[in-house]
């Protein structure tokens, strides 16, 4: 089965930039989707960015034109380009692949913004 491995996370300060990677351990085959959400403790995880099998790209609220997703290599890396990142943009965030009518994540990366 596909492992995902986020890095790139980390503690920055209000205003900065952060690039999240994800690495996927094989060529992925009958993609559906690729994507991050995240989780702060004790709320639901949310939907960050995705992008599906055609190239399409969605975003959540909060992050539309502060974030940015995109692939390279296939789908072999996918990546999150955060800038002026708030404190409410600490959080856990996963990267996560749709594919066979499955939902694969990964181990998730700490994202945490002072003030």
Do not use: H
Not at 56 to 80: K, M, P
Not at 94 to 99: M, N, R
């Amino acid at each position: 089965q596909v492992q995902l491995a986020e890095s790139g996370g980390g503690l920055v300060q209000a205003g900065d930039s952060l690039r999240l990677s994800c690495a996927a351990s094989q060529n992925i085959f009958s993609l559906i989707a690729m994507g991050w959400y995240r989780q702060v403790s004790g709320k639901q995880r949310e939907l960050v960015a995705y992008i599906n099998s055609g190239d399409n790209t969605g975003y959540g609220d909060f992050a539309r034109g502060r974030f940015t997703i995109s692939r390279e290599d296939g789908w072999r890396t996918l990546s999150l380009q955060m800038n002026n990142l708030k404190p409410e943009d600490t959080a856990v965030y996963y990267c996560y692949l749709s594919v066979g009518g499955r939902v694969i994540w990964g181990q998730g990366t700490q994202v945490t913004v002072s003030s």
